[in-house]
Structures are given as C-alpha cells and as structure tokens.
C-alpha cells in the first residue's frame, strides 16, 4: 500500500519528542488531584492533535475526559 492508503490523515505528522508539562482541569467537580503537574511528553504532533504520553492521577477519570468534563492544559518545554 502506498502511505496515500495507508496513512489518510489530514495533516502531516512530525514524529518528534518533546517534553512538556501538563495539568488536568476541570470545573465540573473538585479534587485535590487536579491541583497535580505531571511531566510527560508528546511522540507525534499534528495540526489536528498531539500523542500525549504521561501519568494520569485517577483512573476513574477516563471517563470524565472522554466526555469532555476535564481538559488537559500543556506546557510544551522548547
């Protein structure tokens, strides 16, 4: 398969890591957790998106940002 096939993104990739610094945030409910900074970094960025690879402090919110009631704030570290 050509990557025209294969890969139908519709922006390109840079397959880069960079490290950076993240924070959950919510305004549907309070935890103490969320006050958390975590370190983590991104493998692959892209106009539509990034892979961000780090800790998540509870797993019981999954759910919660799948659904969009907690977002996550980056710092990219350059």
């Known amino acids: 398969m050509s990557p025209t096939e294969s890969d139908r993104r519709d922006y390109p990739r840079l397959k880069r890591s960079l490290p950076l610094r993240f924070k959950f945030i919510s305004s549907a409910f309070q ?10 970094a991104t493998h692959n960025i892209s106009l539509g998106g990034l892979l961000l690879v ?18 996550v704030g980056v710092n990219f570290l350059i």
């Open 31 to 40: 935890d103490p957790a969320l006050d958390r900074v975590c370190d983590g």
């Open 54 to 71: 780090g800790p998540i402090p509870k797993l019981d919110w999954l759910k919660e940002l799948l659904i969009g009631r907690i977002s």
